[in-house]
């Protein structure tokens, strides 16, 4: 008789036999250089990264690791925004190459590293489009993702993009007119590529829906024993989902999905708990569905691992009447969605743009030195 031991169904087991792919939502060299990255990929089911201005501010200001690039650099006199260049696109290289054989395994859909644009260009459509050209040349791996705003400057830059071959994360989405926009941006991009001859095949892209903060804002303006509190995050993240599966049914879709085209996956962004009183795997339990990327920043993938279920059932598709009667119940209660996520947006955009000018206030002080 076998006394062999059979493995413990683990958190990251059960979402990942859900369809969730689990992306972090960080980045940094050490976590490169001491095999953590490494670690996670293999004990817990990682398929990708994610990264932003505010993870690379932390990083780079965060010990020594860059210290010998930095002084390189400084040598060789380049300008502080060639710097951070090169250092945060040698990050995402190697990260890269650390989920390439996720990115074999997974025919391309998943092992992603996500580097975003100077998010001061979020307003500026041709300098976002010259960036993403720029950084997609530079990382040079096809498991590459550039993120791009979605602001309405940025619509235009995702469809070129896209339509040069280019796989494409959009980020900062708040609101479900701007994702339709997205998703018809991403479309129509194919659309471009595959009268212009491109293997459609090869370009994938991701809709980065963010979450806990349109909660932040919204249980703000509702009265502290109101039941909607905690509520508009996953019904706007449904009824972003039931448009997707609206997109999949579609003849546009399935015109270009005969020619190779891949559904543009919603992917839940800022999934970390700002209220202390809701449980922290909240925006993991309540977004379980597949075809979906859920990012999760360190302190929740901890979460996860310590008292995450090990079994998972659906908990989206067939909540979407449901998440209209939520949405009806916040216009009644006062709550503007459409004003909620127009200033999430201008938060989001002015948020990344400090964290960058932070970064390149570090990377400045220590060429200096």
Same mark, same amino acid.
């Given at each position: 008789?076998?006394?062999?031991?059979?493995?413990?169904?683990?958190? +990251?087991?059960?979402? @990942?036999?859900?369809?969730? &792919?689990?992306?972090?939502?960080?980045?940094?060299?050490?976590?490169?250089?001491?095999?953590?990255?490494?670690?996670?990929? #293999?004990?817990?089911?990682?398929?990708?990264?994610?990264?932003?201005? @505010?993870?690379?501010?932390?990083?780079?200001?965060?010990?020594?690791?860059?210290?010998?690039?930095?002084?390189?650099?400084?040598?060789?006199?380049?300008?502080?925004?060639?710097?951070? !260049?090169?250092?945060?696109?040698?990050?995402?290289? &190697?990260?890269?190459?650390? +989920?390439?054989?996720?990115?074999?395994?997974?025919?391309?859909?998943?092992?992603?590293?996500?580097?975003?644009?100077?998010?001061?260009?979020?307003?500026?459509? *041709?300098?976002?489009?010259? $960036?993403?050209?720029?950084?997609?040349?530079?990382?040079?791996?096809?498991?590459?993702?550039?993120?791009?705003?979605?602001?309405?400057?940025?619509?235009?830059?995702?469809?070129?993009?896209?339509?040069?071959?280019?796989?494409?994360?959009?980020?900062?989405?708040?609101?479900?007119?701007?994702?339709?926009?997205?998703?018809?941006?991403?479309?129509?991009?194919? #659309?471009?590529?595959?009268?212009?001859?491109?293997?459609?095949?090869?370009?994938?892209?991701?809709? @980065?829906?963010?979450?806990?903060?349109?909660?932040?804002?919204?249980?703000?303006?509702?009265?502290?024993?109101?039941?909607?509190?905690?509520?508009?995050?996953?019904?706007?993240?449904?009824?972003?989902? $039931?448009?997707?599966? $609206?997109?999949?049914?579609?003849?546009? +879709?399935?015109?270009?999905?005969?020619?190779?085209?891949?559904?543009?996956?919603?992917?839940?962004?800022?999934?970390?708990?700002?209220?202390?009183?809701?449980?922290?795997?909240?925006?993991?339990?309540?977004?379980?569905?597949?075809?979906?990327?859920?990012?999760?920043?360190?302190?929740?993938?901890?979460?996860?691992?310590?008292?995450?279920?090990?079994?998972?059932?659906?908990?989206?598709?067939?909540? +979407?009447?449901?998440?209209?009667?939520?949405?009806?119940?916040?216009?009644?209660?006062?709550? *503007?969605?459409?004003?909620?996520?127009?200033?999430?947006? !201008?938060?989001?955009?002015?948020?990344?743009?400090?964290?960058? $000018? #932070?970064?390149?206030?570090?990377?400045?002080?220590?060429?200096?030195?």
């Amino acid at each position: 008789m076998s006394t062999a031991t059979i493995p413990t169904a683990t958190a +990251f087991d059960a979402l @990942s036999q859900a369809g969730v &792919s689990l992306w972090l939502d960080d980045l940094s060299r050490d976590r490169l250089e001491s095999g953590s990255l490494a670690h996670d990929i #293999e004990a817990r089911d990682l398929a990708g990264v994610t990264t932003n201005p @505010s993870i690379f501010a932390a990083s780079v200001s965060d010990g020594d690791a860059y210290d010998a690039q930095i002084a390189d650099l400084a040598t060789r006199k380049v300008s502080v925004e060639e710097a951070v !260049r090169m250092i945060t696109t040698a990050d995402v290289r &190697s990260a890269c190459d650390a +989920f390439a054989l996720v990115h074999h395994a997974t025919r391309g859909q998943d092992g992603r590293v996500s580097l975003e644009v100077d998010p001061r260009l979020a307003r500026d459509t *041709d300098a976002t489009i010259a $960036e993403a050209r720029q950084l997609w040349w530079l990382v040079d791996r096809p498991n590459l993702m550039i993120k791009i705003p979605a602001t309405v400057e940025g619509l235009p830059a995702i469809r070129k993009a896209i339509s040069e071959g280019i796989s494409v994360n959009v980020t900062l989405i708040f609101s479900l007119e701007r994702y339709r926009q997205v998703v018809d941006a991403y479309l129509s991009g194919l #659309e471009d590529a595959l009268a212009a001859g491109r293997d459609i095949a090869s370009i994938r892209s991701v809709a @980065s829906f963010f979450i806990s903060r349109v909660d932040a804002e919204v249980d703000g303006r509702l009265a502290a024993d109101s039941p909607l509190r905690g509520k508009a995050a996953v019904a706007n993240a449904a009824l972003a989902l $039931e448009h997707h599966h $609206e997109v999949l049914d579609s003849d546009r +879709f399935r015109a270009l999905a005969e020619h190779g085209a891949h559904p543009q996956r919603p992917l839940w962004a800022s999934t970390s708990t700002k209220d202390p009183s809701y449980p922290d795997t909240k925006y993991v339990d309540e977004l379980v569905t597949a075809g979906v990327v859920n990012t999760l920043p360190q302190k929740t993938l901890d979460a996860l691992e310590d008292h995450g279920e090990s079994t998972r059932d659906d908990t989206m598709v067939g909540t +979407f009447q449901e998440a209209r009667s939520v949405m009806s119940g916040l216009a009644q209660a006062g709550v *503007d969605m459409a004003e909620v996520t127009d200033l999430l947006e !201008r938060q989001g955009v002015d948020k990344f743009a400090d964290a960058w $000018e #932070e970064l390149l206030s570090h990377v400045e002080g220590a060429m200096s030195r």
